[in-house]
């Protein structure tokens, strides 16, 4: 049972936000006793429509879905970037991909010959302020539970976090498992119940290599492989030999990854459930915002390809996006429009009376959570992890994709999200005053963009040089080892 005093107080913030409604910026600004916790999920990989609380009828998120009637949930919310550093930079930072210069790509061509300036990543700079760094300054505990290097101090991500529990593996068959990740994260939280905390858990169980334990391979897998824990994908080698070309996606392997990829979900959704549980075991739920989102999702042939990492379409930047704060956040609220990655870190600072940095561009979603209409604003997502950059452009219910062709052709696409929200049908030569208008307003916000970037390249150890590849993420194969076929 809550104690009392606690559930006194988030009677009190009830009353306040009926009362004054917009007036939430000082709610947790006053004495240590009355400040609130917050507890960010962020689940690598996790692709919305996955969720039962975004449409998905085959029970794979229940206990997910039950934080979403509690608290507020945003119909459509977007990621900046269909891969890990550059999203997780701009949830953090409240900027995009162009402004914090968290990122990189990797060059084929150039890792194919052997050439290891085909490789670049950019970490996030000193200069960039994260809301981690915000809520440490005004006197908050912050601790990480991370389980990818991008998530590491070598690419910036950790500024502000006072206890860091990272982890790193010799391949992505040997992560640590999300029953782990949460057991790390009580732990953190008995050492610091006392005291308000703001504690980062990051579960990477959804993301390749899709091994299932055997409970929800039994319960999710396919017919054939529910008894034969041996049929695994998205290791090294497949990673290795989808990006060489070498490896066919049919669509009844790629049917039968899809089907491991739910079953991990399914396992990430019952350790999330057992987190939300040990915080209300703690006494702590009535003073804890939490609020669980992820870095990007997963394609399974929706347009062609597989994995992230390689497109903007909504497989892989539409993401969850849900809170949850008794008192403060009205229980299934459900705000249409569209949400946005930048948007996390200032509706964090305002709920919990933390100044907001003025350099964030995310606007807070405190209204939307009362259950007021979220104002559409366009949403820009940037960047890719295999070839050229892309950019997308979503505005006004349509989205602008500029993907740079191999033979200098660009491809341009235009989307109706309200009417084709699987981005099937191209529009780009059927509207063509609708197409320049977006054109030019994506092309007036790069240039603005460009001028605020600012970055250098993160230089790579043959320590983490191995530990990227053999989580799949580089061409090649690990020093002093032979490529895998």
């Known amino acids: 049972m ?7 107080r988030a ?3 009830l009353a306040l936000g009926l009362a004054i409604g917009p007036c939430l910026s000082g709610c947790g600004a006053g004495d240590e006793d009355e400040r609130l916790n917050v507890l960010m999920v962020v ?3 996790a692709r919305a429509d996955k969720f039962g609380s975004y449409g998905h009828s085959g029970g794979l998120t229940p206990r997910m879905d039950e934080l979403a009637a509690q608290g507020a949930t945003f119909e459509r919310a977007v990621a900046h970037a269909p891969w890990t550093l550059p999203s997780t930079a701009s949830l953090l930072s409240s900027l995009h991909p162009q402004e914090h210069g968290a990122g990189g790509f990797l060059d084929l061509e150039k890792l194919e010959r052997g050439d ?5 990543f950019r970490p996030l700079p000193d200069s960039v302020q994260t809301v981690t760094e915000s809520f440490r300054a005004s006197g908050w505990r912050t601790g990480a539970i991370v389980n990818v290097d991008f998530l590491d101090e070598g690419f910036g991500l950790t500024q502000g976090i006072d206890d860091l529990d990272a982890r790193w593996y010799e391949s992505n068959q040997e992560v640590r498992s999300a029953t782990q990740t949460t057991d790390k994260a009580l732990d953190w939280l008995d050492d610091h119940a006392d005291e308000p905390f703001f504690l980062l858990t990051h579960y990477f169980d959804a993301h390749a290599v899709y091994s299932p334990p055997e409970e929800y391979r039994q319960r999710f897998a396919a017919p054939q492989d529910q008894t034969d824990s041996n049929f695994v994908f998205g290791t090294r080698a497949h990673m290795l030999m989808l990006r060489a070309g070498k490896l066919a996606l049919d669509p009844d392997l790629i049917r039968r990854a899809e089907l491991l990829y739910e079953a991990e979900l399914a396992y990430v959704d019952a350790e999330v459930g057992r987190l939300l549980d040990g915080v209300a075991e703690r006494g702590l739920s009535d003073d804890t915002l939490v609020v669980l989102t992820a870095d990007h999702g997963e394609e399974f042939l929706d347009h062609g390809g597989f994995e992230h990492g390689h497109s903007l379409y909504d497989e892989l930047i539409s993401v969850p996006l849900i809170f949850r704060l008794p008192g403060l956040v009205r229980p299934g609220v459900r705000p249409a429009g569209t949400a946005a990655l930048v948007d996390v870190a200032p ?3 305002e709920l919990a009376g933390v100044p907001t940095p003025e350099a964030f561009v995310g606007r807070s979603l405190t209204s939307a959570l009362r259950g007021e209409q979220l104002a559409e604003r366009p949403v820009l997502a940037h960047g890719n992890f295999w070839g050229q950059p892309l950019a997308s452009w979503e505005s006004a219910g349509f989205k602008l994709i500029l993907s740079p062709g191999g033979d200098g052709q660009e ?11 699987g981005e099937e049908r191209n529009l780009a030569g059927e509207r063509p005053e609708l197409l320049k208008k977006l054109r030019d307003e994506y092309e007036a916000v790069r240039e603005h963009l460009a001028r605020r970037a600012e970055s250098g390249e993160v230089q790579l150890s043959d320590e983490l040089r191995d530990r990227l590849q053999a989580l799949g993420y580089l061409g090649g194969a690990p020093v002093g080892e032979e490529d895998e076929e």
């Not at 809550?2 to 006194?8: A, G, K």
């Not at 491809?411 to 929200?421: G, I, R, T, W, Y």
Request: with cysteine.
């Open 116 to 120: 290891s300036s085909g490789i670049g």
């Open 347 to 349: 509706t964090l600072c």
């Open 411 to 421: 491809l341009v696409e235009l989307f109706d999200m309200q009417q084709d929200p």
């Open 2 to 8: 809550p104690h009392p005093s606690r559930s006194s």
């Open 11 to 13: 009677l009190a913030r």
């Open 43 to 45: 689940i690598d990989t």
